[in-house]
């Protein structure tokens, strides 16, 4: 699994990170993490605000923090 | 099942200044299109004959009113929200779209016409850099 945190790398960002790493964690599933900051490649998912959190390169949510939970079964898919 | 592919990182943005988004304007006919929030334009906008608000908080839902076939610039207060409008429409398919370089602040530090009031608006950019400079 492939997990992409988009967004210049603030507070939000790395926030959406940490409540991935503990879903995954409580999941006892692996991922690999990338940091995506460039606008340019950013800019090439649909979205308009950041953070946002991308799954296998399937945009899950942007422009806010998503809960743990949703998080949970985002994961779960 | 293999992961989807990440799309290709966009090109770079095209990028003018406030002087050269005047020229633009007069003799390409080219569009502004202000992505700060209605009531921010209220306080303070561009003069110029045509400009079009499509704030950032609504700009997913009503970018199609932008017309594909002219030139268009975007503009916020500082440049970067217009930015990533640009790199939004560019994403969209449109392929004449601009961003104003350092955004409203600019405009203003270059002396250039707006309606309403320039007091308290932030001017944290670079002053010079201009083209117009000489």
């Not at chain 2, 250039?112 to 308290?120: A, H, I, M, Q």
Request: with cysteine.
């Amino acid at each position: 699994m492939l997990i992409k945190v988009l967004g210049p790398g603030c507070a939000k960002c790395k926030r959406v990170e940490q409540l991935t790493r503990e879903a995954l964690a409580e999941l006892g599933l692996a991922a690999d993490f990338e940091h995506v900051t460039q606008l340019e490649q950013i800019m090439a998912y649909p979205i308009m605000t950041t953070p946002a959190l991308v799954v296998d390169e399937v945009v899950k949510c942007s422009g806010r923090i998503p809960s743990k939970d949703e998080i949970l079964a985002w994961l779960k898919q | 099942m293999n992961a989807a592919a990440a799309p290709a990182p966009l090109p770079q943005a095209k990028e003018c200044c406030p002087t050269s988004t005047r020229k633009r304007i007069e003799f390409k006919h080219a569009l502004l299109v202000d992505v700060r929030e209605k009531d921010e334009l209220e306080k303070l906008a561009l003069d110029v004959p045509d400009l079009l608000n499509i704030p950032l908080s609504d700009f997913e839902r009503r970018f199609k009113e932008i017309p594909r076939d002219r030139q268009v610039i975007m503009v916020s207060a500082d440049g970067h929200d217009s930015l990533r409008a640009t790199y939004y429409l560019m994403r969209e398919g449109y392929e004449d779209v601009l961003n104003m370089t350092d955004g409203i602040a600019k405009w203003i530090l270059r002396g250039f016409p707006v309606k309403g009031d320039c007091s308290g608006f932030k001017l944290d950019v670079n002053a010079g850099g201009c083209c117009s400079a000489s």
